[in-house]
């Protein structure tokens, strides 16, 4: 038998080749992958690992043939768009909390748990229907529990998601956002994760992911974002998929308290190939505090540098391009060492970071404090505030204050939707202007509702988790930030765009809150059981006695061996005894 | 070695008839299982850190599963508490069955179907009479067939005739012989092998009712399933007993092992497992020394070999049966249309002679005891 092949005919050159033709590319797709290694000023290390696919098709096109054929983007998400008219797809899990103050900002945030949102298209007549429908699949393929999100914990968010891809829908009725703080991710999760890269996790940067080094860490985050987006060589868009994954490793569990990292040490292998599907394959280590090699060593050397303008600062990177063979050396691995040489100096402290916290006392009430810090010394910006809150805690609305500078700040935009009993949560959305240099703090106050005993989870005495708050910002930047999208920009730096030089855009999560709820003692049924049983046997036996029981005069019966005695004498004919 | 030797007769069929009687034997040991898939549930019910060897149990039955075969697709796999990647654990990602960390059963390549608050026992009993809402992914539903195999396995808290869910809701044993009977009725096995390490975890399988069954327990009703052995850096105890022995048993066989049924109920003896380990073959039609242990715990395909050339585009003549292909399938058909053995004669339930008492011992409260005499 004769195996034919059955794979089309791909061009497999790159963008900037096909933009000479000007002739409507067949369907292709190319994939890149990237590794940024930033050491942090607190000792830790942080690596952030982006796999983009681009594929020049359309998953939405009515009156078409269903797409059927995927090579580099995976089946099992493509079909999940199409299925569901996805229009775009955000979805992270995480493990830790990303500690704004010590380290910096990540290039991709991400809250405590699991978060969802998604925009669909605007043909979508049932969007609540495919929602639903959406996170099952998705708890399938990402061995997930997202089977919890339902209408009690899913918001519209008017403002605070708009599209990072191509997208005129400002109709907010198209979007949903669902968040699981208690959301575990383990093995089980990275497991599924990694099957959707092209390579798996046999060959390229993905041979790193060892679930036993990546879970002992600080912070662990890894998220899937599909959208749309517009290539500038191509006239039809095009679906990009990311995989990103962010790890920062503790410089004392992980590190042994020694300032030096190298791949191996944080992942316990090393580099031997490029992904032989990806166009490109680049490590980028950051290396902007350490200008002449003053503070740290690192080996191997490399001639590439690249310069990247970035959350607002213009960074230095050293590139080590894997799809070279000179990167391995003699012993085809390649395992980047950074040695300390010196200490770093105080890190520069981020513009907007937050904080969130419940007050009070008692199981009855409390109060809900943000805390929203503005470290800039003399611009005043706006943000966009958005808190989700359970129904079960039940806001207090007209308690709401916003102080900043002990002063009353005034939001210019405020959007609530109140919450309905075990349908729908709270959702406040506000603009507040944060003055320069300033703390601000958003208060309300809050009851604690009383569930029914079937609501409660197996071990209620926990708490229950109230998802982050989100703070979308445009930050004003230092640096002029490059607004002109080319295929030769680093994934890190290209993952949102660019609207205006002078700002970038920041979102900010605060903490989960873990708030304990009045729990019911669960014997208490039993118990009542017991005692009404009781109460009621012992009443009405009484009162039945007293209603039937009559005396009677009753001879005694003799004895068993009497009345032996007795038949025998019967049957002897010998008179009985008495 | 069976498919050699019926590839070396099948010439001879045709042209002799006394090696009929020889080769119905051959094929009949060949055929013997009448399974063609193999479908396994692997469910740990307890919640909370110090029951870290429940989730062990269960990821070493997990773990030998995936190693005899079956694929992550063919297994439902239920547990209701994360240890792994719990901040308890001093090694993340990773749940270590023997002491010093000898062997990590979690490892790198896991699918956990049902976690945390989603095993329940409505959960539970909905994926295996195969009721689920339609929005289930396949992942999560037991998608087996009249020729599946499947191997249950259940590990947690357990009384007399119940197991215990997440320390909030019970199984018990009768709801559990029901579920089977509607898998059964539904034709939703082949033959079902019920393996339960609990405390009195022979009370669970008292109850069956329905043909097929093998069930296998880790003590007798009245008696605790202890567990083996603490690890002091993780400073709860590693694995129970019963299944620490089954595991190692486990590891010794392989896809091609001829082990049997029999091997699998002297595991863990009273001298090593200080409970007795219970077994229960009487729903089962074939002889226990006759199945394979890669029948449950592996997906051994059978396989025959031919060196003929089949054409598969003519689609109009049927294929020529053998006579030995006619005698298996007769067989297949008995087995499958044999009626369930008659239940045994009980005494009246509890409840009936309760309520017999009560209205008697009233009746002769109210008439006095003299009228005792006229009755008897």
Known sequence: MQWQSTDVEVNRSDGTKNSETFTPAPAKDQFQEELVIRPLHSGDIYASFQFRTLWDTDFLQEGQKKVSHYRLFPKSLGQVLSKFSVQELHISFTQGFWRTMQWGQPFIPSPPGAELWVWFHHTVSDVDGNWKELTNVLSGIFCASLNFIDMTNTVQPSASFKPLGLGNATDHRFLRYATLPREIVCTENLTPWKKLLPCGSKAGLAVLMKSEKLFHSSFHSQAVHIRPICQASFFSKSWELRQTLNVVFDHYTSGQGKKEWSLFKMFSRTLTEACPLASSSKVYVDITDNPEGELFELSPATPLLSQAVVLGDRRTYSVYDLTRAETFGQLRSFNLLLRWKGDSGDMLRPLLHAERYVAGFGLQTGEIHTVIYNNHPYRAFPVLLMDSVPWYLQLYIHTLTVTSKSRDNKPSYIHYQPAKDRHRPHLLEMLIQLPPHSMTEVTVQFERALLKWTEYTPDPNHGFYVGSSVISALVPSMVAMSTNFTQDQPLFSSFVPVKEESSYFVRVYTEPLLVNLPTPDFSMPYNVICLTCTVVAVGYGSFYNLLTRTFQVDEPSPPLAKRLANFIRRIRGVPLLA | ?376
């Open chain 2, 1 to 376: 070695m069976y498919s050699l030797s019926l590839h070396f007769f099948y010439p001879w069929i045709y042209l002799k008839k006394r090696i009929f009687t020889f080769c119905t034997i051959e094929t009949g040991q060949f055929f013997s299982s009448g399974h063609t898939n193999n479908w396994a549930v692997l469910v740990c019910t307890s919640r909370f850190w110090f029951n870290y060897r429940h989730v062990a149990n269960t990821l070493s039955v997990y773990r030998s599963v995936k190693r005899l075969g079956i694929p992550d697709s063919h297994i439902v796999l239920m547990l209701a508490d994360d240890m792994a990647c719990n901040y308890r654990n001093p090694k993340p990602a990773t749940v270590f069955s023997h002491k010093n960390m000898e062997l990590n059963v979690y490892g790198d390549d896991v699918e956990v179907d049902y976690r945390g608050y989603e095993v329940t026992v409505e959960n539970f009993l909905r994926v295996l009479t195969g009721r689920l809402p339609p929005s289930t992914p396949r992942s999560k539903r037991l998608l087996s067939d009249d020729r599946s195999n499947i191997l249950i396995y259940l590990t947690g808290h357990g009384g007399n005739g119940f197991l215990k869910f997440q320390d909030s809701e019970e199984i018990s044993n009768m709801e559990l012989a029901d579920a089977f009977e509607q898998m059964w009725q539904k034709r939703r096995y082949n033959e079902l092998l019920f393996i339960i390490d609990t405390c009195q975890g022979a009370s669970m399988y008292e109850r069956f009712y329905s043909p097929n069954l093998m069930a296998l327990a880790s003590s007798q009703v009245g008696e605790d399933s202890l567990s083996h052995q603490p690890d002091l850096a993780i400073g709860v105890h590693l694995m129970d007993k019963y299944t620490f022995y089954l595991l190692e048993f486990l590891e010794e066989v392989h896809p091609a092992s001829q082990a049997n049924m029999n091997d699998l109920f002297k595991v863990c003896p009273q001298s090593q497992c200080v409970s007795t380990p219970g077994h229960r073959t009487d729903l089962f039609q074939r002889n226990p020394g006759s199945v394979l242990i890669t029948d449950f715990f592996g997906s051994v395909r059978k396989v025959e070999i031919t060196k003929d050339t089949i054409n598969l585009t003519s689609s109009v003549k049927p294929p020529i049966q053998s006579i030995a292909e006619h005698h298996v399938l007769q067989f297949v058909a008995d087995v499958s249309s044999q009626n369930p053995k008659q239940k045994d004669w009980h005494p009246p339930d509890g409840f009936i002679l309760g309520l017999w008492t009560l209205i008697l011992l009233v009746f002769f409260q109210t008439y006095g005891i003299k009228h005792l005499k006229h009755i008897f």
